[in-house]
Each structure stands twice: as structure tokens, then as C-alpha cells.
């Protein structure tokens, strides 16, 4: 045969794949704001660099009339390319062909392009939109799963993994974007669940629509499964690509450095924190003063909103910060808050991410709710994040630092290289208000105008205790500075802790408080 005929045989094989599941299923994809596996990748990549492999492949299932059906691609696109230069892995799941559903030969292109993303060190990026097993299939789906499972805790803390929910994810599949780092969820599109609506009504007699059962806002806001949530898959794109652009290729590079910047002039910092310790404030505006054009990128931004985590620029370097937020539940640690920095510093320290915790939190939240769901083994795992991390560690205590919340957040003693602290740094065991009442009660009790004594004990505590120069004094922190020092120290000891080398004890590994 002439290679020309050779040719367009092959374009005639392409364009028969590339109609995926038919214009009718395509139709039905657009009709719910859903793109199609390809147009996806298409968006998200650089133009003109997707190299798809295993485009030919074919489902090999015999039972219940597969024999005769053909699934184009079996359901799901992989390949690589890249974004904004980042070279990347990725697979699509192809609703349009049997519902993306995950037969022996789906999970196998799957499981390629993840050998093939930790082999070549560079990140995985997976498109999830499936019925989930394929039911004609059965134990087979399954062991696909499970080979899927496996292949994503090997990556982990070696490439960045990120899950990308663009339709139905239930079973047993939500496991996979659960062991990846980072998940994306679109409005009305994204639906996680382990039990659909109609298992629970037999099970249970409960009735519960998709949405409200494992809809994107449930996941971004309830269960903090989910980190970023986006109002349509174009703003899902913009995201990751603004992810990507923070995050290093592999566990052996550092992020790409970009041309430095100031922060805008919109922030007064020596004035953002309130003089009344009462008060609240945003702490995003803290750390909106110290980055790079003012840029932050928030993850879990509606979950745990008394913790802020994500990533800014100093000086062209990514950096991930951690700081506890006024505005919520004064920004106490808690279950919740725990879990989201927790896993945040081990991203950072896993990826070569300098950490800046920013400080003001009365302590961990009291309560028999909080205490009944674990706190303890929760906020643990603050603390082993922290002493565990060997990546820069710089604190900056504004404000609170009492009690536990003192030494969970990055303190001196869990081996932050840098402590700083403002001149309204309150450092102590508890609040001036609850040590007085403590230490002080007798004579409040005693006196003629307890009020009064109770006021002036307060403040000999304040005076005595809860303040920066006690700690100054032994060297937990390092230097007591004005707040517009802050930026300057922050790009300074980022430069100094560039060749940061700490050897923690040889073993296996540890046993986190899971
Ligand atoms: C085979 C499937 C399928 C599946 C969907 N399809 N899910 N085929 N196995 N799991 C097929 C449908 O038969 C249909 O084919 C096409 O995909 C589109 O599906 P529809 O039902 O028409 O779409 P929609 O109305 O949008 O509903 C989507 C859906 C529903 C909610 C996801 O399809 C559904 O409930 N599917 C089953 C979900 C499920 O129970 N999966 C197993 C989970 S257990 P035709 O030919 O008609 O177009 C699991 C275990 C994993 O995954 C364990 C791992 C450890």
C-alpha cells in the first residue's frame, strides 16, 4: 500500500477515535457545561503540546455483549504535555464512552501515564469524571483500582499529584483524588461520594440529592476533601495553571523562581493588626503586605476558615504560608484547622517550599465537641508537621501565642530557623484576662473592689508576662521587629536558608498521629 493510502488510513482510524462517544453523548456532556475529555486537555495544556498515547487502545471485556461494542480510547485520553513550559502527565476520563467508566484497559492506560509521570519526575494531573468500576467488567475494575491506589501513595511527596473532579467520582474511585495533593471541584459539575443518594435511601430510608450529598460546595466547604472550587471548568483551568506555576516538577527541584516584585501600597502593616487585642482583622492582609505584587494563592479558602494556608512569591521564590485567621473563632486550632495545616507543611516540606507561619491564636478550641472528635490526635499532627519539616522555617508571631498554640505553630522549639515577634506580641500560657483570674484570685476575692484589683492584676500579668521581651530574653525569639520590618527579614532569611541542611534520625519512617 502507498504511504499515502498508509496515511490516510491512520487519519481515517484518528478522526473515527476522536468522536469519543458519538455527537449524541457529546451533545448531552455540553448540555450539563461539561467539556469533552479532549477539549479539556486542549484548554488546560499549552497549544500544540499534547502528545496523546494509546489513542488505538481497545477494551478487551466478552461478557455481557462487550464483544461486540467498541469504546474509543476505552473511556479515557492520556498523554503529556505541557503548562505555561511545565512539562506534565495526564489522563482524562471520557464520559461521552460508557460513562468513563474504569475497565482492565482504562485502569492500564492510567496506570502508564502514572509510571510514566513518577519516571520522568514530572507532575500528574488527573481528570476524573466516571460511573466509576465498569460493572460488565468486575473483579478486573477493581484490581485496576487498586493498581491505580498504589501507584498514587509511591508518587506521593515525589511529584505533584493534583485531581481534577469534572463529573460523577463515587465508590471506591474517590480514593484516588484523595491520596493526591491537591483536588478541584466545579460548581453544579463535581459529585464525590462512597454511597450514592439511591444507597442511602435503601440503606438508611434517607433522602438526599447529589449535590447535597458530595456536591462541590459539600467537599470545598464541609469535608475540606476538596481544595480549590472554581464556578465553571475555564476559571478550574486558570487555577491550575496558577497552581502549577508555584509548585516545583518533582520532590528534587525547588519552584521556579520569577522576576521579584514589591507588594502594592494598598497595605499600612504597621496599622492592620488592632491595638485592642479583642479585635479582629484579616490576616490575608498580612500576608497580602509581604508578597510579591500582593499575590496570594489560597487553598482550602472555604474550609477551616480559621487557618489560612497557600502559597506567595518572596522575592520571586515560592514560599507556603501558615497563619491563623482573627476573623474565625479568633483563630483557635482546632480539628479541622489542624488537619489543613498539617497537611500543608508536610506539601511544603516535601517540596522543598520554605514555610512562613504568621501568629495570633488564643490556644486550642475548648469544648466537649472538639474533644469527642479527636482533638488531641489532631492537633498532634500540627506538631509533627512542624518538628518534622526540613525545609526554612520562619514564625512571626503578631499577636496571641498562648499555651499549646505557642509552641504548635511553628515555634522555636519545634526548630524554627527564624522566630520573629511584633511589639504587641502577647507570648504566655494563657489570655492576661484568664491567667489573672487564676493566679490572682484569692486576692481579687479579698479586696474591696475586686473589679479594680482584678483590672490591675491583668496588667502586671501583661506587664510581667505577656509580652515579646520575655522571650526575647531566652532566645525563643530572635528579634523583636516593627511590623514593616517584615518583608525585609522575610526576603533575608530566605536567602540565608537557601543551602539548609538538617539530618533527622535515620529510620523507615514515622508514625504521624494519623
Ligand atoms: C458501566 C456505565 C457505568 C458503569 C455509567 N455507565 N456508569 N457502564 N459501568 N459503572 C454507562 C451507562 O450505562 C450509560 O451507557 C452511560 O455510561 C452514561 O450513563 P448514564 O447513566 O446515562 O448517565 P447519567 O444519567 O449522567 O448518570 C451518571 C451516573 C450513573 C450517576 C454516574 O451512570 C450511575 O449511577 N452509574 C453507576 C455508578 C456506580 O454505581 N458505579 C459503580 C460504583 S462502585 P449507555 O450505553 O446507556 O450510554 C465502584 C467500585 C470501585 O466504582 C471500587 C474501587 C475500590
Same mark, same amino acid.
Request: proline share 5%; aromatic share 8%.
Given at each position: ?340 495545616? /498539617?497537611?500543608?507543611?508536610? *506539601?511544603? =516540606? $516535601?517540596?522543598?517550599? +520554605?514555610?512562613? !507561619?504568621?501568629?495570633? %491564636? ?108 520575655? /522571650?526575647?530574653?531566652?532566645? *525563643?525569639? =530572635? $528579634?523583636?521587629?516593627? +511590623?514593616?520590618? !517584615?518583608?525585609?527579614? %522575610? ?24
Amino acid at each position: 500500500m502507498p504511504i499515502d493510502q498508509k496515511i490516510r488510513e491512520l487519519q481515517e482510524r484518528r478522526n473515527k477515535i476522536l468522536q469519543g462517544g458519538g455527537d449524541k453523548a457529546i451533545q448531552k456532556q455540553k448540555a450539563m457545561g461539561k467539556g469533552t475529555a479532549r477539549d479539556r486537555i486542549m484548554i488546560l495544556l499549552d497549544e500544540g503540546s499534547f502528545s496523546e498515547y494509546d489513542m488505538f487502545v481497545e477494551h478487551e471485556a466478552r461478557d455481557f455483549d462487550m464483544d461486540k461494542k467498541s469504546l474509543p480510547s476505552d473511556g479515557v485520553i492520556i498523554g503529556t504535555g505541557t503548562i505555561e513550559g511545565a512539562p506534565i502527565a495526564i489522563f482524562a476520563q471520557d464520559f461521552t464512552v460508557a460513562g468513563g467508566s474504569l475497565g482492565l484497559m482504562h485502569s492500564r492506560k492510567i496506570t502508564k501515564i502514572m509510571d510514566h509521570a513518577l519516571k520522568m519526575r514530572i507532575p500528574l494531573i488527573g481528570i476524573n469524571d466516571s460511573g466509576g468500576a465498569r460493572i460488565q467488567e468486575g473483579v478486573n475494575s477493581l484490581a485496576g483500582y487498586g493498581e491505580i491506589f498504589f501507584r498514587n501513595t509511591l508518587s506521593s511527596g515525589v511529584i505533584p499529584q493534583i485531581s481534577v473532579i469534572l463529573g460523577p467520582c463515587a465508590g471506591g474511585a474517590v480514593y484516588s483524588p484523595a491520596l493526591t495533593d491537591f483536588v478541584f471541584v466545579v460548581q453544579n459539575i463535581s459529585k464525590m461520594f462512597i454511597t450514592g443518594p439511591e444507597v442511602i435511601k435503601t440503606v438508611l430510608g434517607e433522602e438526599i440529592s447529589m449535590e447535597d450529598l458530595g456536591g462541590a460546595r459539600v467537599h470545598s466547604e464541609v469535608t475540606g476533601n476538596a481544595h480549590f472550587y472554581a464556578e465553571s471548568e475555564d476559571e478550574c483551568f486558570a487555577k491550575i495553571k496558577e497552581l502549577v506555576s508555584y509548585i516545583p516538577w518533582n520532590n528534587d527541584r525547588k519552584a521556579k523562581c520569577i522576576k521579584p516584585a514589591e507588594p502594592k501600597n494598598d497595605y499600612d502593616i504597621n496599622n492592620i493588626v488592632p491595638s485592642d487585642p479583642t479585635l479582629p482583622y484579616d490576616v490575608k492582609d498580612v500576608i497580602r503586605s509581604v508578597t510579591d505584587k500582593s499575590e496570594f494563592f489560597e487553598i482550602q479558602r472555604h474550609w477551616a476558615k480559621n487557618m489560612v494556608i497557600g502559597f506567595g512569591r518572596i522575592n520571586g521564590a515560592t514560599v507556603g504560608f501558615v497563619a491563623n485567621q482573627p476573623l474565625e473563632l479568633a483563630g483557635v486550632l482546632d480539628v479541622d484547622s489542624s488537619d489543613k495545616s /498539617a497537611r500543608f507543611i508536610r *506539601y511544603c =516540606d $516535601a517540596f522543598n517550599i +520554605p514555610i512562613i !507561619t504568621f501568629v495570633d %491564636l488564643p490556644g486550642y478550641l475548648p469544648g466537649v465537641d472538639q474533644e469527642h472528635a479527636g482533638v488531641i490526635r489532631h492537633g498532634a499532627k500540627v506538631l509533627y508537621a512542624y518538628s518534622e519539616a526540613s525545609v526554612p522555617k520562619i514564625t512571626v508571631i503578631i499577636r496571641k501565642a498562648y499555651g499549646g498554640g505557642y509552641i504548635a505553630m511553628g515555634s522555636r522549639h519545634l526548630r524554627a530557623d527564624f522566630v520573629f515577634a511584633w511589639p504587641g506580641a502577647e507570648i504566655a500560657v494563657m489570655g492576661p484576662e484568664g491567667a489573672a483570674n487564676i493566679i490572682f484570685r484569692k486576692e481579687i476575692m479579698a479586696s474591696d473592689d475586686p473589679e479594680a484589683t482584678r483590672k490591675a492584676k491583668v496588667e502586671e500579668y501583661k506587664t510581667k508576662v505577656a509580652n515579646p521581651y520575655v /522571650a526575647a530574653a531566652k532566645g *525563643y525569639v =530572635d $528579634a523583636v521587629i516593627e +511590623p514593616c520590618e !517584615t518583608r525585609r527579614l %522575610l526576603i533575608h532569611a530566605i536567602e540565608v536558608s537557601g543551602n539548609k541542611s538538617v539530618a533527622l534520625p535515620a529510620k523507615k519512617h514515622g508514625i504521624p498521629p494519623f
